[in-house]
């Protein structure tokens, strides 16, 4: 099944001018931004990480996990996998495009499949539309938006990972 075939959707002129190197370097500086808001909202209203969430035995454990490992298996299961799904349902049952839905339901159960704290889950969910529409918007140029997403994720996940090491 091809998703360029299932996607017609026009994005607003300044995004499809951008070079795809560009946007993945936005995207990345967006989502990081973000995160940098939510970290001091969590901060200031007292929402704390469960340390029995994310227990690691070495930092070179919790690096494979969090920078290889994840974006790999988070790609395939949100963007690859659920994008692709409802992409395909909405031409089938709804005999149109509808990628707006392939970008938020997603997004929704990536939010829920972090379930740090409640300011985490938003935070995620936000962080998500982002990257499914960068994945749609890469498909739709028919670039392998797969890998780009993976890149994107695990530079993501890097540098918070860096930033995490260094406090």
Request: aromatic residues 16%; hydrophobic residues 55%; contains cysteine.
């Given at each position: 099944?091809?998703?360029?075939?299932?996607?017609?959707?026009?994005?607003?002129?300044?995004?499809?001018?951008?070079?795809?190197?560009?946007?993945?370097?936005?995207?990345?500086?967006?989502?990081?931004?973000?995160?940098?808001?939510?970290?001091?909202?969590?901060?200031?209203?007292?929402?704390?990480?469960?340390?029995?969430?994310?227990?690691?035995?070495?930092?070179?454990?919790?690096?494979?996990?969090?920078?290889?490992?994840?974006?790999?298996?988070?790609?395939?299961?949100?963007?690859?996998?659920?994008?692709?799904?409802?992409?395909?349902?909405?031409?089938?049952?709804?005999?149109?495009?509808?990628?707006?839905?392939?970008?938020?339901?997603?997004?929704?159960?990536?939010?829920?499949?972090?379930?740090?704290?409640n300011l985490y889950v938003l935070n995620t969910?936000?962080?998500?539309?982002?990257?499914?529409?960068?994945?749609?918007?890469?498909?739709?140029r028919n670039q392998n938006a797969f890998i780009?997403?993976?890149?994107?994720?695990?530079?993501?996940?890097?540098?918070?990972?860096?930033?995490?090491?260094?406090?």
């Amino acid at each position: 099944m091809s998703t360029k075939r299932l996607i017609s959707f026009e994005p607003p002129s300044f995004i499809q001018r951008l070079n795809t190197f560009k946007l993945l370097l936005i995207v990345l500086l967006a989502n990081l931004i973000l995160s940098s808001v939510f970290a001091i909202l969590r901060q200031k209203y007292g929402y704390s990480m469960d340390p029995k969430m994310l227990n690691f035995d070495s930092v070179l454990e919790e690096f494979i996990v969090v920078v290889v490992v994840a974006p790999v298996f988070e790609t395939v299961v949100f963007q690859y996998f659920m994008i692709t799904l409802m992409l395909f349902l909405a031409q089938r049952f709804f005999k149109r495009d509808l990628a707006a839905f392939a970008i938020i339901l997603p997004a929704i159960c990536f939010g829920f499949s972090h379930t740090y704290n409640n300011l985490y889950v938003l935070n995620t969910f936000l962080a998500a539309l982002m990257i499914n529409y960068f994945y749609i918007l890469v498909k739709s140029r028919n670039q392998n938006a797969f890998i780009l997403t993976v890149i994107l994720h695990a530079l993501y996940n890097f540098s918070v990972f860096g930033l995490k090491q260094m406090a």
